[in-house]
């Protein structure tokens, strides 16, 4: 054992933990901020119901997306000394970017949010929820750029062992980036997708067993718009996926192959969709829109890297690839097919009128958490493991870029921190949102005259959402 | 200048943003067990930084983000070699951040006095650690880390309590401004030392910057006397701006042992787009924080609890 290997799994877990609750953060913003808009522009109660109901989850979930982010910006530095000297020139822009354009919109207009319900014009804190959002949804688009760069590095030089940008726009606009950036995001809205169905549905179920329904229109109003977002942003995830396929294909063809399993180069290459079941040319179709063209295999690449960059091992942990990848098709096009489902299921009839809801499928709704969640994880499993063992492709290899002057006993001493904190965080987490969940909208107090005027109040009061 | 320079220059106003900031959040998590008697004054005593902490801690991230750009072997440099203080400091603001954002959600008071000591301690250890790390850069001396540790600590609860002074109303408001003359008893002492050890050797400029920081900081402590809250926020904000000024000053040019500015810098092609960049977007952050504060400008009062619910 030593400190690399300590290293990766403590940026393993602290990023993938990082990331269960960024995408709730990137599309329920939005999310909320469409309901908010839909009382805006309505009047209707049940909206106002909504966006404080699902505002109020988005908070707790907000609070554990910032703080494990936190850490993020840090660990480059802790533990990945020699990465962060060779990249920084490069790399460091986006991040530094991400906080000054990003990170600032997204917390300070949030603040304004939960606390100037009554204390801004209606019109104004509605635009602060939305400032909130927008800031949320590019700062994933400057990391992913950072991260793209690490697998296609574009737009710099090495000078004296350094990678020194020659060109920021190359940077931003880099091809792996173009597809990445809504393939993630639009997974992103299909988990918050998810997690709204999945909340609606345990409601539904929850009041009929109780024999209200005096929310049901409620609940059928919040589910149909997330089934939507979920379908849409599903479609969104599928066509930039296959962009992607095709980048790898030119780009990263070691994690092609290790995704597929494939050993050696082959023209007309199978899609394997488990270990022994093949349909013939599909790969080559998917990767290059040819069924003839040579996709190349895993211990032939291995071999042209070898004689390219030395001896030394260039494959990825193969099985762990290819298995990110199926879970993440499977999952990812079972909560689109979920989504379709619900629509067809919700449909208006032609004569006004709606059908209710089969009890059946207010319980599959339940899934509708899990399996995007899950999906979105290995997705990153797929994209990171199948990175191996470069942390800047063709540049920097992992082994070289952890710090040097940083002892196993420290890097030990912080994955345990961290494990330790997060897996506590993590119990309460849960159990504040299923206890939210459970108790459904909580009756809001009646406004206080003058509500919204901002300034009649003669104090400021400590205010209900906090 | 060269782009170089500006940078350091960047990155010390980032820095200072954040002590500022922070430097009260941090006070206002330490003294709200302290100052609040009950349920509905606490709630007072945290709302008061409830709507802003988030982007204050902003400033770190900025700071922290801008030196990976312009500087990365100080960034490197600087996180890798402190490690273990860094992980606290990160643990800090982690329990801190949740707790904050969790308190007025959770359900019984046995969940609240959890985040109370989640908050208390996650504002102690990085208002401490802060300046035990920039003390031990300068001094490598565990006495120099201690001493900038404890001044830190002070300061930011001194800041804190005049800030609560300022913006709350009631007996909170009488207690903040007994508090701050309290912490001032470390502050200042604390302060004169690692105030006037920051420029030794250094330049007569240095001096000058560093000899302001403590009169602000004794000028804070007379204006909280006579009960001046305004201006004496003015002064523990000035004394914290002047007191990072000096420290940055002495960091320049090594601003890590046998590390140079110049030999730390990305390149100039790097730091122009992002001089650019910061150039635009800067006024925008100054002005919609600003607004943020205006927006909350009024003092905070005690709530019945029925409506604090």
Not at chain 1, 430 to 444: D, H, M, S
Not at chain 2, 284 to 308: C, D, E, I, M, N
């Amino acid at each position: 054992m030593e400190a690399l290997d300590l290293a990766r799994w403590q940026f393993g877990i602290t990023t993938v933990y990082h990331f269960l609750f960024v995408p709730l953060t990137i599309g329920l913003g939005v999310f909320v901020a469409g309901l908010q808009t839909a009382w805006h522009r309505t009047g209707k109660a049940h909206y106002l119901t909504l966006t404080k109901f699902f505002g109020k989850l988005f908070l707790i979930n907000f609070a554990m997306g910032v703080v494990t982010g936190i850490v993020q910006e840090f660990q480059f530095g802790m533990n990945w000394s020699e990465y962060s000297t060779f990249v920084g020139d490069v790399f460091g822009a986006p991040l530094a970017m991400e906080a000054l354009l990003a990170f600032f919109l997204e917390s300070t207009f949030l603040g304004l949010w939960i606390f100037g319900w009554d204390r801004l014009p209606k019109r104004v804190h509605l635009a602060t929820i939305w400032a909130a959002a927008i800031g949320s949804n590019l700062s994933a688009y400057f990391i992913l750029a950072a991260n793209a760069w690490m697998k296609h590095p574009v737009g710099y030089t090495v000078v004296d062992g350094k990678a020194r940008m020659t060109d920021l726009w190359a940077v931003l606009t880099n091809s792996t980036a173009i597809a990445q950036v809504p393939h993630v995001v639009g997974a992103a809205f299909v988990v918050a997708g998810g997690f709204v169905i999945a909340v609606s549905g345990y409601r539904i179920l929850r009041e009929r067993r109780a024999g209200g329904g005096a929310d049901a229109r409620t609940w059928r109003s919040g589910l149909r718009a997330a089934l939507v977002m979920t379908a849409v942003a599903g479609a969104v995830v599928a066509g930039t996926g296959d962009m992607s396929a095709k980048l790898l294909h030119e780009q990263q063809p070691m994690k092609l192959a290790a995704a597929e399993g494939l050993r050696h180069d082959e023209s007309g290459a199978p899609f394997s969709v488990v270990p022994g079941v093949e349909i013939p040319g599909l790969l080559s179709i998917l990767a290059a829109n040819d069924p003839g063209a040579v996709i190349q295999g895993a211990d032939d690449i291995q071999r042209r890297f070898a004689a390219e960059f030395g001896p030394g091992d260039y494959q990825p942990n193969i099985p762990a690839v290819f298995w990110s990848f199926r879970v993440m098709i499977v999952f990812g096009m079972a909560t689109v097919g979920l989504s379709l489902l619900g629509l067809w299921l919700t449909r208006r009839r032609r004569r006004g009128g709606e059908r209710p809801l089969p009890a059946w499928f207010a319980r599959v709704c339940l899934l509708a958490l899990p399996l995007p969640t899950l999906a979105v994880i290995a997705g990153w499993l797929l994209s990171e493991i199948g990175r191996q063992p470069w942390t800047v492709a063709g540049e920097l290899l992992t082994a070289a870029s952890v710090s040097p002057g940083v002892s196993l006993t420290e890097v030990a001493i912080s994955l345990a921190v961290f494990t330790a904190l997060y897996g506590v965080l993590a119990v309460a987490e849960f159990a504040l949102l299923t206890r939210y969940v459970k108790a459904g909208p909580q009756e809001e107090p009646a406004l206080r005259p003058g509500q919204g005027d901002g300034d009649d109040s003669p104090a400021l009061q400590p205010t209900l959402m906090y | 200048m060269d782009l170089t320079t500006v940078w350091f220059v960047i990155i010390a106003f980032l820095w200072t943003g954040y002590f500022v900031l922070e430097g009260f959040d941090f006070g206002v998590g330490m003294l709200a067990p302290v100052l609040s008697r009950g349920e509905a004054e606490r709630r007072q005593v945290l709302t008061t930084i409830g709507p802003v902490w988030d982007g204050n801690e902003v400033w770190l991230i900025t700071a922290v983000g801008a030196m990976f750009a312009a500087f990365p072997a100080w960034y490197a440099g600087l996180f890798s070699g402190f490690y273990l203080p860094v992980l606290l400091v990160l643990a800090g603001l982690i329990v801190r951040g949740v707790a904050l954002e969790w308190r007025g959600k959770v359900a019984t008071a046995r969940e609240r006095s959890w985040c109370d000591a989640a908050i208390f301690a996650g504002s102690a250890l990085p208002a401490f650690l802060w300046g035990a790390i920039f003390a031990a850069v300068l001094a490598d001396s565990g006495l120099a880390a201690v001493l900038g540790g404890v001044f830190t600590l002070a300061l930011s609860l001194l800041h804190g309590a005049v800030f609560l002074a300022l913006r709350t109303e009631g007996p909170v408001r009488r207690r903040a401004r007994r508090a701050a003359l309290t912490a001032s008893l470390a502050a200042v002492p604390t302060g004169v030392v690692a105030l006037s050890a920051i420029p030794a050797g250094g330049s007569p400029l240095l001096w000058a910057v560093a000899l302001a920081a403590m009169a602000a900081l004794a000028s804070a402590v007379a204006l909280t006397w006579r009960r001046r809250e305004g201006w004496a926020f003015t002064a523990t904000a000035g004394a914290i701006a002047l007191g990072t000024a000096a420290l940055f000053g002495a960091l320049w040019p090594e601003p890590l042992p046998g590390i140079t500015v110049a030999e730390a810098a990305s390149a100039p092609y790097t730091l122009g787009v992002l001089t650019w960049i910061g150039l635009i977007a800067l006024p925008f952050v100054l002005g919609y924080q600003g607004w943020t504060y205006w927006v909350f400008r009024k003092r905070v009062v005690s709530a019945p609890l029925s409506k604090v619910g």
